[in-house]
């Protein structure tokens, strides 16, 4: 079976809940990077971990249809979305699934030794830093760039239009020359 890709799909702000709940009753696999956060329901009560979108607006969808029939389905969606494309042309951008996996494994909620952050490519891109490979832990295998702040390493990945900077030891790098 051939590996396959994924897709970017943009939609209006805090609407990518409604977006998933859309593709998941039409059996498209999906995946919404997602953080805990605390939350009061009433005053006076303890807050509460809920998780929630980190970045909203985007959803990863696994293209299992050809793009003719990926765009129509989407078309019915009762929210706006658009697929990301390539810059200069109209193809779509596409996420080998390694990628994926690297990037679903980074944006794990339930990774708690330092929380990740996450920023607009762009932003990941001009980040200074040397391309690396991630050799011991958790995170052995990945490949991204080592960027130094404040005196401390973070590893940056950047997939489909979002960069995950995560707390990671230098020790844990190979320089990929």
């Not at 929210?79 to 779509?92: A, E, T, Y």
């Not at 958790?138 to 490949?143: I, N, P, V």
């Not at 991204?144 to 489909?160: A, I, M, S």
Request: glycine share 6%; charged share 30%; net charge positive.
């Amino acid at each position: 079976m051939a590996a396959s890709t994924w897709v970017v799909v943009r939609t209006f702000n805090r609407k990518e809940m409604e977006v998933s709940s859309f593709l998941r009753e039409n059996g498209l696999n999906h995946f919404i990077p997602m953080t805990y956060r605390e939350r009061v329901r009433t005053a006076g009560e303890k807050p509460q971990k809920v998780l929630v979108p980190v970045i909203h607006n985007y959803v990863f969808l696994e293209k299992s249809l050809d793009e003719v029939s990926l765009r129509s389905k989407l078309a019915e969606c009762r929210v706006p979305v658009h697929l990301m494309q390539q810059k200069g042309d109209d193809h779509i951008s596409e996420i080998p699934e390694r990628e994926m996996v690297e990037f679903r494994l980074l944006c794990d909620p339930d990774y708690s030794k330092t929380p990740a952050e996450f920023l607009e490519a762009e932003e990941g891109d001009a980040l200074p830093g040397k391309e690396v490979e991630i050799v011991h832990g958790q995170f052995k295998g990945l490949h991204g760039k080592l960027h130094k702040k404040n005196q401390k390493y973070w590893f940056v990945k950047t997939v489909g239009g979002i960069s995950v900077m995560l707390r990671i030891s230098r020790w844990y790098c190979k320089v990929i020359n």
